[in-house]
C-alpha cells in the first residue's frame, strides 16, 4: 500500500503545481487543484484505513533529504488520523472546486496552491517518524495557513489576522523544536519512536510539557487560542473548512502521539490541561453565543470544540498519571469521539457558510434571518451543522458529549483531592458549555434558518454549485451517519487507539455489540443506533395521535396581532434579532464577555436615499449598544506590545549593515548553540 501513499502525496503536489503554473484565467483551472486533492485525500483515507489493518506502510526518505533514517510511517494511530481529516477533506475539496469555478472568488494564483500545502503538510506530520521531517511539515503547515489567510490582503482585518496566525505558528514551532531538540540530546536519536525510552525524571516533565504547548497553540487552548476566530474568519470560502475541520487535526495527533511516546505525564500537568479545556470550552461558547456575523461564531464554536476535546484529554492524563487505564481509555475516547464530531460538523458548516455567504453578500446574522427558505441545500447544511455541535440527539455531537461528560463522573474512582476537585470543576464548565450552546446554535437554526425571510429576500442568487450540494449532502449524512453507528465508530476508534492503549481496555466501552457504556461497565448504557430508530418512531406515533384525536384541528391556522410590549404603541419587527436573542447571555455572562453597554439619544437623519422609508422623518430615539471585550487579549497580549516594540527598535538598531558585525552576530549564536548543545550531552 506504499504506492497508494506515494499517489496521494504525489497528487497533491501537482495540484500544487497547477495552480502555479496554470493560473487562475480559466475556469478548469481554478478547480483542478481541489479535484485533484479530492483525488489525493481518497486516496491518504484509504491509505489510513490499511495502516488501521495493520498493513505496512513505509515511504524511505533517505535518498531524498539526507535526515539519515527518515520514513513516512503508517501505524495505527497514524491510520485513524488519515481516516478522520482526509475522510473530511474529501467533500470539502468538492466544495472548494464548485466555488473556485467564479473568477471573482478566486482573484490570483496561490490560493490552491496553499489547499495543497495545507493537505500535504497535514499528511506529511501524520506520518513522520524523524523528527526534522515533523517539523518541516509542522512549519509548512503554518506558511499554508498564513496563505490561507493572507489570500484577500485588500482588507486590513485580514492581514492582521494573517500576521497573529503565523506569529502564533511560529511559536508553536518554536517550542516543539525545543522540546523535541531535547529529547534528541537525551535519547540520542532524531526518530521519534526512540524518544519512548527516555527515563522519567524532571527533564522529561519539563519537555511533556513544551511539547503539548506546542501542539495546544495549533488546536487553539486558551491563552493562545486568539489566532483561530481571526483566521478561520479571514480565509475565504470553504478553504475555512480545511483550516477547521482537517488541519486542526494534526494539532491533535500531536498531543496523542506525545501521550503515545513519553506515557506517564507530570500530575500537575495534568491537572493544568484538564482545566485550561474547560475553561476553553466555556469562553469559547461564551463567545459564539454573542457574536454577531455567522463565521465569528462558527469560528469561535472551533474554540469552545478545542476545548472539550482538550478536556477528554486531560481526563486520559489523569488516568495515565494515576495509574488507571480505563480512565485513560474512557477519556481518550471521549476525546476522539469529539473531535471526529468536530471535523464533520465544523466542515460542513463552514461550507454552507460559503454558499450563503456567496448566494447573499454577507454573514452578518441579521442580514441573514430565514436564509433557509430559499437556500435550501446551504440551509439545512447549516442547521445540521448547528444541531450537532449543541450535542441533540441522532448526532454525532450527542455521543461524544456524552461520553465526555460521563468520563468526567468518574472522580469518585480517585482516591486524591488533587484529581477529584479539578474533574468536578471541568464537569461543571462542560455542563454550562453544553448549556450555552443550545443557546448559541438555537439561534442559528431558530432564526437564521427557520426564521422569517429577511430584507435580501428578491436579491438572492442560485444555491452553491452541484458539486457544493454534494459536498453539503455527504457532510450530513456524516453526521447523522457516525451517531447511528456509534458502536462500529467505537470499534475503529478502539484499533487506532491500540498503540496507547491496549483495545481490550477501550472496547469495554461496547456494553452489547450496539449499546455503548463509558469503559466501566455498569456505569450507565446508551445506545445510539436504538435512538436513531425509536425516536423517529415516537415522533411519527405523536403525530398520528394528534391527528386522530384533534379531529384536523391541528392543522387549523390561527392568526393574532404580534405581541411587542406591554405598552401600546410600541412599534418594530414582528420577530427578535439574533442580536436581542442573545442579549440575556450578555448580562448571564457578563463578567467572563466584559460585557459594556450604554444607552444613548441618537439624533435621527432626515433625507437622502439611504433612509429607510419604515422609519420616521426626523425626530430623535433612544440608541442601545452593547458589546463585548476579548479578554485575554485584552489583559495578557496587549500589555506585552509595548516591550516588544521596544525590542523590535533595539534590533533594528542591530540591522546597521556593516559586514562584519553580522559575522560576529554568527559567531556568537554559533558558540552560543555549541555551548547548549555541550551541556546537553
Not at 640 to 660: E, F, I, S, W, Y
Request: hydrophobic share 55%.
Amino acid at each position: 500500500m506504499t504506492w497508494v501513499l506515494i499517489s496521494g502525496l504525489g497528487l497533491l503536489g501537482i495540484a500544487l503545481l497547477c495552480d502555479l503554473v496554470l493560473g487562475v484565467r480559466r475556469a478548469w483551472t481554478r478547480s483542478l487543484p481541489y479535484l485533484l486533492g479530492a483525488a489525493a485525500s481518497v486516496l491518504l483515507t484509504i491509505t489510513g484505513g490499511a495502516g488501521l489493518a495493520r498493513q505496512s506502510i513505509r515511504l524511505s526518505l533517505d535518498a531524498f533529504l539526507g535526515f539519515g533514517a527518515a520514513n513516512l510511517t503508517v501505524d495505527r494511530l497514524s491510520g485513524l488520523f488519515l481516516v478522520i481529516s482526509f475522510a473530511v477533506a474529501i467533500p470539502v475539496s468538492l466544495a472548494c472546486a464548485t466555488w473556485a469555478v467564479q473568477p471573482y472568488r478566486v482573484k490570483a494564483r496561490g490560493l490552491g496552491c496553499a489547499y495543497a500545502l495545507a493537505l500535504g503538510s497535514t499528511a506529511v506530520v501524520v506520518t513522520a517518524d524523524h523528527v526534522f521531517v515533523f517539523l518541516f511539515a509542522w512549519e509548512s503547515l503554518t506558511v499554508a495557513f498564513y496563505l490561507l489567510t493572507a489570500h484577500e490582503r485588500d482588507h486590513s482585518r485580514n492581514s492582521a489576522a494573517a500576521i497573529v496566525t503565523v506569529m502564533m505558528g511560529k511559536i508553536s514551532g518554536a517550542a516543539l523544536l525545543i522540546g523535541f531538540l531535547l529529547l534528541a540530546a537525551q535519547t540520542r536519536s532524531f526518530r521519534l519512536p526512540g524518544f519512548s525510552a527516555l527515563p522519567h525524571n524532571g527533564l522529561r516533565d519539563a519537555v511533556y510539557a513544551v511539547l503539548v504547548l506546542g501542539f495546544a497553540v495549533k488546536v487553539g487552548l486558551i491563552p493562545v487560542h486568539v489566532w483561530m476566530p481571526r483566521g478561520y474568519q479571514a480565509a475565504p470560502g470553504p478553504l475555512r473548512a480545511i483550516m477547521a475541520g482537517v488541519a486542526v487535526n494534526a494539532g491533535f495527533y500531536g498531543l496523542w502521539r506525545t501521550l503515545d511516546l513519553l506515557h506517564q505525564p507530570p500530575a500537575w500537568l495534568a491537572v493544568v490541561v484538564l482545566l485550561l479545556g474547560g475553561t476553553t470550552a466555556l469562553l469559547g461558547i461564551a463567545h459564539a453565543t454573542v457574536q454577531t456575523d455567522l463565521a465569528e461564531v462558527v469560528a469561535y464554536s472551533s474554540v469552545e470544540n478545542t476545548g472539550l476535546i482538550t478536556v477528554g484529554y486531560g481526563v486520559a492524563l489523569i488516568g495515565t498519571a494515576a495509574g488507571i487505564p480505563s480512565l485513560a481509555a474512557v477519556g481518550l475516547l471521549a476525546a476522539t469521539l469529539q473531535m471526529i464530531a468536530h471535523a464533520i460538523a465544523k466542515a460542513l458548516l463552514f461550507t454552507a457558510t460559503a454558499g450563503i455567504e456567496d448566494a447573499t453578500g454577507t454573514t452578518e446574522l441579521d442580514e441573514l434571518r430565514g436564509v433557509g427558505h430559499r437556500l435550501r441545500f446551504s440551509g439545512t447544511g447549516l442547521a445540521l451543522g448547528a444541531l450537532t455541535l449543541a450535542g441533540l440527539p441522532l448526532t454525532a455531537g450527542f455521543v461524544s458529549e456524552w461520553f465526555l461528560l460521563e468520563s468526567l463522573m468518574q472522580q469518585f474512582r480517585l482516591g486524591s483531592l488533587g484529581y477529584t476537585l479539578p474533574m468536578a470543576i471541568s464537569g461543571a464548565l462542560v455542563a454550562l458549555t453544553a448549556g450555552f450552546a443550545a443557546v448559541a446554535f438555537v439561534r442559528i437554526v431558530g432564526l437564521t434558518v427557520l426564521g422569517p425571510r429577511g430584507p435580501y429576500e428578491e436579491e438572492l442568487t442560485r444555491d452553491t454549485g452541484p458539486l457544493g450540494k454534494i459536498a453539503i449532502v455527504m457532510l450530513s449524512i456524516g453526521c447523522l451517519a457516525v451517531a447511528a453507528l456509534a458502536p462500529l465508530e467505537v470499534r475503529f476508534i478502539s484499533a487506532g487507539l491500540d498503540p496507547l492503549l491496549p483495545s481490550a481496555v477501550t472496547t469495554s466501552a461496547l456494553k452489547e455489540p450496539w449499546v455503548l457504556q463509558p469503559v466501566f461497565g455498569g456505569f450507565s448504557i446508551l445506545s445510539p443506533s436504538w435512538l436513531a430508530v425509536m425516536l423517529p418512531v415516537l415522533l411519527v406515533a405523536a403525530a398520528l395521535l394528534c391527528f386522530l384525536f384533534s379531529r384536523r384541528r391541528m392543522f387549523v391556522v390561527r392568526r393574532v396581532p404580534a405581541w411587542r410590549s406591554a405598552t401600546g404603541g410600541v412599534e418594530g419587527e414582528n420577530q427578535y434579532k439574533p442580536f436581542a436573542f442573545t442579549n440575556p447571555t450578555r448580562k448571564v455572562l457578563a463578567n467572563v464577555l466584559l460585557t459594556r453597554s450604554e444607552l444613548r439619544t441618537v439624533e435621527r437623519q432626515t433625507g437622502g436615499q439611504d433612509d429607510d422609508p419604515r422609519r420616521d422623518a426626523g425626530g430623535a430615539h433612544l440608541g442601545y449598544t452593547s458589546d463585548v471585550v476579548e479578554a485575554v487579549e485584552r489583559f495578557l497580549y496587549r500589555p506585552l506590545l509595548r516591550p516588544l516594540r521596544t525590542v523590535a527598535r533595539t534590533a533594528r538598531r542591530l540591522q546597521n549593515g556593516r559586514l562584519d558585525a553580522y559575522v560576529a552576530y554568527m559567531l556568537i549564536a554559533f558558540i552560543a548553540v555549541l555551548a547548549v548543545v555541550l551541556i546537553l550531552a
